[in-house]
């Protein structure tokens, strides 16, 4: 446990050093104006499909909070429902008109706290499906538009940069056992709900990941520095959602998630060797 949460941390101080590092270097080859603009066409884009479609997001972000709440009811956390539904077990409970009212009233307490749980989750989720959905929209034409203006200007900072060792050594398992042990995780209470978070957090990272890594890692490399760093990619996930949310920083996102990721692959962070080899 000690070991993880050390790993966690070490990520957290990865991902903040990464984006304090791509905010430095937005600032060059017209990344900053070309991302703002960007930036604004994608925002407005999503409050008319938020205006015409918002019923649509609205039973969606319903359909994820149920699936967390149905998780945690169903380890016991909020277990008024049982009661109610089972009643009083002996005869000397059902004429007790005051327990029983009790059992109600502690019921419907529950059921209330269960309501207002269900609503605080569809709101995060209302606000996160528009954050990661506008993320993915920004990202869409990024190879063409910043990437590569980003690399460019990260490679002059490692100016003699070499692919971390050891990475060809550390195979890849199978797609299929990923996908299956996905799968599983999703159908563990609580837990799926954080799964789903943290699937949406580094989805938008890990889409631009292996184009960020063209021409400086290969395919092999690629993928076992992926799973070497996905800590650092879920927290910096998390830091670009966060900025999405930040006016006037928001505007620099799209170059953010450029130059961040580019940072990410070039400094080699991995959370089975937390050492970083810097130039």
Known sequence: ????????????????????????????????????????????????????????????????????????????????????????????????????????????????????????????????VFVVGAIGTVRVPLRWLLLERAK???ARRYAMWQAPAGLELSAARPAWWRRLLLLLSLLIPVWAMCVLIAYLLAWNVQMIYGAAAAEVLGAEQQVALRREQRPAIVALGLLLCLLMLVPVLNLLVPALLCTSVCHLQRRGWRARDTSINVE
């Open 1 to 128: 446990m000690t070991k993880t949460l050390q790993t966690w941390l070490l990520a957290w101080r990865e991902a903040f050093t990464c984006v304090g590092l791509g905010l430095r270097d937005a600032r060059h080859a017209g990344l900053w104006w070309r991302s703002a603009l960007w930036c604004v066409a994608v925002v407005a884009l999503w409050l008319v499909l938020y205006s015409c479609f918002g019923r649509f997001f609205v039973e969606l972000s319903a359909m994820l909070a149920l699936l967390s709440v149905t998780g945690l009811l169903g380890l016991g956390v909020m277990d008024g429902v049982g009661t109610l539904a089972n009643g009083p077990a002996t005869v000397t409970q059902m004429g007790n008109i005051a327990g029983g009212l009790g059992s109600a009233a502690k019921a419907m307490l529950s059921i209330g706290q269960i309501a207002l749980a269900l609503l605080a989750l569809a709101a995060f989720f209302y606000v996160m």
């Open 152 to 154: 460019a200007v990260v």
